[in-house]
């Protein structure tokens, strides 16, 4: 039976999103406390594993979301935070901090006031993290250049008919399986929920799909690989007269033969997109009854402890097999707020319910939120619960005992800075496709950036990779392509699981790596794989030494052998 050892790390404290502030490769703390006007920031602390407060800052009002940004890519991670005004509309800040000996202080920047909370996307032009502000007269991009805001209109994205829904209105994710992130947008049209798909052009974003899904009250939506097809589907949960009920829009594009994408010359498009992303086809869409899950459930949409933010709903690959998991936040029939955990099961071809760590979740107190991290940089993903313990909010981890054969890559991913290895926050959008163990699987992932829901998502990107031993082949990052930085960087040198990489992505698909080993966890198996590819480059090299003795001439060959880590 599965153990999940817990442990409290921060008392009175909501967590509301992950950040690496202090570029120390940590997942800091970014929350409030018991008064939601006061922000607090916690560090994780090596030497005495604990996390310890490092900045404080008290407010006015009551902070509704807050939002991790690198908005110059230069390294130096920022905060986005919205406050709610009675009149419904949010009123936004920039806090740029300064670390000075040690210190963290910070200049507030004012932004325009909008109708519904900002998130983050990815500036067609330079490939810069940029803000969607949705204003009471037009939607506008955010940029950020040498201290300086700009603001840019953007046209033709929503019509007269059409509002953003205020709590959680986009995302910003890779649906045509191009590597390309599509800018998402959810409408409230005619008194239904729309999802409008638009793709990047040069000259800023076209409409590509749109769908009606429904004319009941959603909860966040949220994307990813769960039919393990290495396309991103969709799935969110609608309060339907009947019950809730767990919608899924599987992506109607497939893939080819996961080897034939290790030839550069093989088109990333996926087959079928031009029949549309998504589908209300049977085949396509899948209702899932919440109550058949788990009798009397009542689903949560609105966290009342964080000022009602969107939320209750998370995804991540707790397992590390490289399907992410569902986790719902729900009211049982005592109506005590539990997680419900849920997976994939491609045989039933339907969602179950995760049972090896279900009976792990039961706490006694009410939970708020659910995310998992890999705090102790030790190889696994930790969960993380925010729950309330006699009337006070703590954040408790459970020590992950899931799977201990299976092995990750993680991924963070900026732009080049100027003799600097600081990388800040993941560029929002940036799509990864994995290609492994000799070419026979595939695993595709994107960081979709903090957005205007609760949904716990890092600055790394986690792609996991079950118990192989295989080599990695192939690394494909995809990034808006309408600017000097190439649309596709091809990664095909030598790396070992468990590596934990920052990428630095230069003009014209130039990048360099910073990589970090965790061996606690898997040190010997991944010994095993270094001497195997030793071994076989080693091998590689007598050969061509015994076909230069044999022809008696210099065999010139610009990186022939891809030696272990050139690219590190």
């Known amino acids: 039976m599965v153990s999940f050892p817990m442990k409290t790390l921060i008392k009175n404290f909501f967590l509301m999103a992950y950040a690496d502030i202090f570029n120390k490769r940590h997942y800091d703390m970014v929350g409030v406390g018991s008064d939601s006007r006061q922000l607090l920031i916690y560090a994780y602390d090596d030497n005495y594993d604990i996390y310890k407060q490092k900045f404080s800052y008290n407010f006015d009002n009551k902070i509704f979301s807050i939002i991790p940004c690198d908005l110059e890519s230069n390294g130096n991670t920022g905060l986005i935070i919205s406050f709610k005004t009675e009149e419904n509309y949010f009123e936004n800040i920039l806090l740029d901090f ?31 993290p940029a803000v969607f502000l949705d204003t009471s007269k ?80 959603i909860g966040p939506v949220l994307f990813g690989d769960f039919t393990n097809s290495g396309m991103n589907s969709m799935i969110f949960v609608e309060d339907d007269p009947n019950g809730p009920v767990l919608n ?3 992506n109607k594009g497939r893939r080819e033969n996961p080897i034939h994408y290790k030839s550069l010359k093989v088109s990333l498009e996926a087959i079928n997109i031009e ?20 009798p009397k459930a009542q689903a949560i949409y609105n966290l009342e402890e964080l000022n009602n933010i969107s939320g209750g709903i998370y995804v991540t690959d707790i397992d590390l097999d490289g399907t992410p998991e569902i986790f719902l936040l729900i009211k049982n029939e005592h109506s005590k707020k539990i997680i419900l955990p849920l997976k994939f ?19 006694e107190d009410v939970v708020i939120s659910f995310s998992t991290v890999d705090y102790r940089n030790k190889g696994k993903e930790d969960i993380i619960l925010n729950i309330i313990e006699n009337g006070s909010p703590i954040i408790i981890a459970y020590e992950n005992t899931l799977n201990k054969a299976n ?9 080049i800075n100027k003799g600097s290895n600081k990388y800040g926050m993941s560029l929002p ?27 716990l998502v890092s600055q790394t990107s986690t792609i996991g990779l079950g118990d192989s031993a295989f080599m990695i082949n192939i690394l494909r990052i995809g990034i808006s392509e309408h600017n000097k930085h190439k649309d596709i960087y091809f990664i095909d040198n030598s790396i070992i699981q468990n590596f934990d990489l920052i990428i630095f992505l230069g003009e014209y698909g130039k990048y360099k790596i910073v990589a970090f080993f965790n061996t606690s966890e898997y040190t010997f198996k991944i010994l095993i794989v270094l001497i195997t590819v030793i071994s076989v480059n080693l091998l590689f090299l007598l050969i061509l030494y015994w076909r230069q003795s044999k022809h008696q001439k210099i065999i010139r060959s610009k990186d022939s052998t891809h030696p272990l880590f050139r690219s590190l």
Not at 146 to 167: A, F, H, M, Q, V
Request: net charge negative.
């Open 275 to 294: 029949k549309g992303l998504f589908s209300k086809d049977s085949l396509y869409h899948k209702k899932i009854p919440i109550n058949s899950l788990y």
């Open 138 to 217: 037009n939607i506008k991009m955010l940029c950020m250049n040498d201290g300086t805001i700009s603001y840019e209109i953007l046209k033709n994205l929503i019509n007269e008919d059409e509002r953003l829904k205020n709590d959680h209105a986009s995302t910003f994710v890779d649906l045509t399986g191009n590597l390309q992130s599509d800018l998402c947008l959810f409408v409230n049209k005619n008194g239904s929920t729309w999802l409008k798909v638009f793709e990047s052009k040069p000259n800023g974003f076209n409409l590509l799909f749109e769908i009606e899904l429904t004319n009941n009250k």
């Open 248 to 250: 899924l829009y599987i």
């Open 407 to 415: 092995m990750k890559l993680s991924l963070t991913t900026s732009l």
């Open 345 to 363: 099961n491609n045989t039933l071809n339907d969602f179950i319910i995760y049972d090896e760590i279900n009976a792990y979740l039961r706490v």
């Open 429 to 455: 959008g940036i799509s990864y496709m994995l290609i492994f163990n000799d070419g026979n699987n595939l695993k595709i992932s994107t960081n979709f950036g903090s957005g205007p829901f609760l949904h």
């Open 98 to 128: 300064k670390k000075e000996k040690g210190n963290l202080n910070v200049d507030i920047i004012d932004l325009e006031n909008t109708i519904s909370a900002p998130f983050l996307f990815t500036n067609w032009e330079n490939a810069k």
